[in-house]
């Protein structure tokens, strides 16, 4: 049975280690740390430890251990499947907003060295003021911590591109599940010297340790930029435009997004300011293109396939960005869509993803299933598409009851992912497993490759307190 309260000798210890300032146990922040971002998990931690640095964040770790208290990271709390909060009772948060110092930039290794608690803006900033690019943008970036955008190895926008979050990791520094500090601050782009922990802790979220500070590979900063908001009659059309821009400059593609119909609906229902720069649609195409080259024609690029594919069809409607006021503004089109989902009402989420020309097929497959399943549901598909990495969301039917909906959320899940793993993709594409979806984890990663992830956990964490109920079954 879990405690209640915290033990009073581990609370006096982590008083002393980590000052008011670094020990919460007051409700109304233990209440905040303990809801997730989607509110479906509602656990309140016994503490929040807010730790000032490295060393006292491994010194409480080891006081938990020593006294049999399991740990939840918690960066900015924007998981979709709730891994940044406790999976049940008797748990402590540790947070790592106080470890938020850009410790260095540097243009000419082209690398950044930062705290886990820095967010992902003020890490883009930070790299830009450099003349730089840290090249990852996702819609919560204004919150998310670099910590926890490494543990949940995050995509977004631009992975197109530049990878995802794994693939701009030199170096790392960690505090184990024992509380050992493992320094492997190193900013190399070539070491093969053994196992690569870095990246077994990249994507773990959390259930093998804390990053604590992180090395990131920066790009060079773009000079130019030029965004389209296209109209596409089908998802099709999507990807035929998609692959257009491929072959005419695939290095000036930045980012390419998809929305349905539905979603932009809901944007422009809830998100204030939202303006949309063409009639409405039933599909459309964010095309975002880039380059640091000096003296590139993008516009010329952006028009001669826009001017094609408006000619024959493949696009029925496209504003072009004038201005950057104007690339902002369509781009909040795309990122408000999470938000503008929340506010109308109750949603069961897939993060999945398909090899890139499988799209059209899920999501005409997938909608068709649900459907099936609950009449009036209402389908709010939009994604990195230029990924194959679809949020292929559901929202309750209009004025059905959000708590019954919910509860039916496997078997909306399970019906889309059986058409996910007929079309060889996966069941979570960037948002990880948390404690949303570990119970598909043998039907999905099952035999030897969930048996080594066992042992790996258990070896490196044997006494199972670091983020408990997340990945594993
Ligand atoms: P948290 O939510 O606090 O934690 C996430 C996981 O990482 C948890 O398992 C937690 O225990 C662990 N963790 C946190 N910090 C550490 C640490 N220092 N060391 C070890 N483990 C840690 N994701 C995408 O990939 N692409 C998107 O485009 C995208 N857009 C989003 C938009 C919105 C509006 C929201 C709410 C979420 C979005 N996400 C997206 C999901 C989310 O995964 C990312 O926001 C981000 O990666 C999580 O960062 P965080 O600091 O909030 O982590
Ligand atoms: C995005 O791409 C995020 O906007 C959130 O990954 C997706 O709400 C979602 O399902
Ligand atoms: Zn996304």
Redesign the pocket.
């Known amino acids: 049975m879990p405690a209640l309260s915290l033990p009073s000798a581990l609370a006096d210890a982590l008083s002393t280690l980590l000052g008011p300032r670094g020990l919460l146990t007051d409700a109304s922040d233990t209440d905040t740390a303990g809801q997730d971002?989607r509110r479906l998990y509602h656990h309140p931690p016994l503490a929040v430890l807010r730790p000032a640095d490295t060393a006292e964040l491994a010194a409480a770790v080891r006081l938990c251990v020593a006294h049999g208290v399991a740990m939840?990271?918690?960066?900015?709390?924007?998981?979709?499947v709730g891994?940044?909060v406790p999976s049940g009772p008797g748990e402590v948060v540790i947070s790592?907003a106080r470890m938020n110092h850009i410790r260095s930039v540097d243009p000419v290794d082209m690398t950044m060295t930062l705290e886990?608690g820095v967010t992902l803006k003020a890490a883009q900033d930070a790299a830009v003021a450099a003349e730089c690019l840290l090249p990852l943008s996702?819609?919560?970036e204004g919150?998310?911590?670099i910590?926890?955008?490494l543990?949940?190895n995050?995509?977004?926008?631009n992975t197109v591109r530049y990878g995802n979050a794994r693939d701009l990791v030199l170096g790392l520094e960690a505090v184990l599940p024992d509380g050992t500090i493992w320094n492997g601050l190193r900013r190399l782009r070539k070491d093969n010297t053994g196992y690569c922990l870095r990246q077994l802790m990249v994507g773990a979220?959390?259930t093998l340790g804390?990053?604590t500070t992180a090395v990131l590979k920066l790009a060079p900063a773009l000079r130019q930029r030029e965004s389209a908001l296209c109209a596409v009659p089908s998802t099709e059309a999507a990807l035929a435009l998609f692959a257009r821009f491929q072959r005419h400059d695939p290095a000036a593609l930045q980012a390419f997004e998809y929305m349905g119909g539905p979603g932009m609906e809901l944007v422009m229902r809830h998100i204030p300011g939202a303006v949309l720069p063409i009639a409405p649609a039933p599909h459309y195409a964010l095309v975002d293109l880039a380059t640091a080259r000096a003296g590139s024609d993008l516009r010329g690029v952006l028009e001669t396939v826009l001017e094609a594919a408006l000619e024959d069809g493949t696009v029925t409607d496209a504003a072009i960005a004038e201005s950057e006021a104007q690339r902002l503004a369509i781009w909040k089109l795309r990122e408000e869509h999470?938000?503008a989902q929340k506010r109308e009402g109750a949603s069961v989420k897939n993060d999945v993803s398909v090899p890139v020309s499988r799209v059209p097929e899920l999501l005409r497959r997938g909608q068709e299933a649900v459907a099936a399943l609950i009449p009036g549901v209402r389908c709010v598909a939009f994604g990195h598409i230029g990924d194959g990495n679809i949020h292929f969301n559901f929202e309750q039917p209009v004025g059905a009851d959000g708590a019954a909906f919910l509860a039916r959320d496997h078997e909306i899940m399970d019906a889309v992912g059986e058409i996910v793993r007929d079309l060889d993709g996966s069941f979570s594409a960037?948002?990880?497993v948390?404690q949303l979806k570990p119970y598909m984890m043998p039907d999905w990663r099952g035999g030897a490759e969930l048996e080594a992830m066992r042992r790996i956990k258990a070896a490196m964490d044997p006494a199972g307190l670091m983020?408990p109920g997340?990945v594993l079954p």
Do not use: L, R
């Open positions: 971002w939840t990271p918690q960066g900015g709390n924007t998981s979709m891994g940044g790592t886990a996702i819609s919560s919150t998310a911590q910590g926890g955008v543990a949940t995050a995509g977004g926008n979220e959390g804390i990053i999470a938000e960037e948002h990880g948390g983020n997340k």
